[in-house]
């Protein structure tokens, strides 16, 4: 049902508090308006743009929850993390992710979100990824959105050691998946040192 412009716009508002992170174009078919529409309504209501609100949120949510990087420095947009747990982060493909010959996203920008994202997820200061397995199943082009979930799997407190899989899907088709080995602390990093250099 279609409305007028004052419903619309109060029932927009509304919709982007309860799920910012909703797209015009998921929008427009809600209201059964142009996606055009959708964004004049967003800028008299002074409502930012995707990208902007999923920033704003990420900085207020995990900003003081993400020890191990600033959250400015990871590839693509945290939406939900649980510090050893869960994470899950969200990329969207531009022209600069892509080769220009045929609109394909380089690996290592996937690779990045997916990395990026399992040091995220490390409860400590200081996190490095010791060694990866990876495997690209799918292509991803312009203007698609990647979704990285990641989780753990395994965590060795002794040796300070996380196994952290994460898998990248696009409109719920998996594109990426990798396990990461990951380092806890200067710490362990000099306990295992010491454990390689006498074995």
Do not use: C, W
């Amino acid at each position: 049902m279609r409305r007028n412009k004052k419903e619309r716009q109060a029932l927009l508002k509304e919709t982007i508090k309860e799920n910012p992170f909703i797209t015009d174009e998921d929008l427009a078919e809600k209201f059964l308006v142009s996606v055009q529409t959708i964004r004049l309504d967003r800028l008299e209501l002074s409502i930012p743009e995707l990208r902007e609100r999923i920033k704003h949120v990420a900085e207020k949510k995990f900003d003081n929850e993400v020890r191990s990087l600033p959250i400015e420095e990871i590839i693509g947009e945290i939406i939900d993390i649980e510090l050893d747990k869960t994470a899950i982060s969200i990329l969207d493909i531009k022209e600069e992710h892509v080769f220009k010959r045929n609109q394909i996203a380089r690996g290592h920008h996937l690779f990045a979100q997916a990395n990026s994202l399992a040091v995220a997820l490390i409860n400590d200061e200081l996190a490095l990824t010791a060694k990866a397995n990876i495997k690209f199943t799918s292509s991803v082009k312009e203007n698609e959105r990647v979704i990285a979930k990641a989780k753990v799997v395994q965590m060795d407190t002794d040796k300070g050691r996380t196994i952290v899989e994460v898998a990248s899907f696009v409109n719920n088709e998996l594109v990426f998946k990798g396990e990461f080995d990951m380092y806890r602390s200067k710490k362990s990093i000099k306990d295992e040192y010491e454990h390689d250099s006498s074995s």
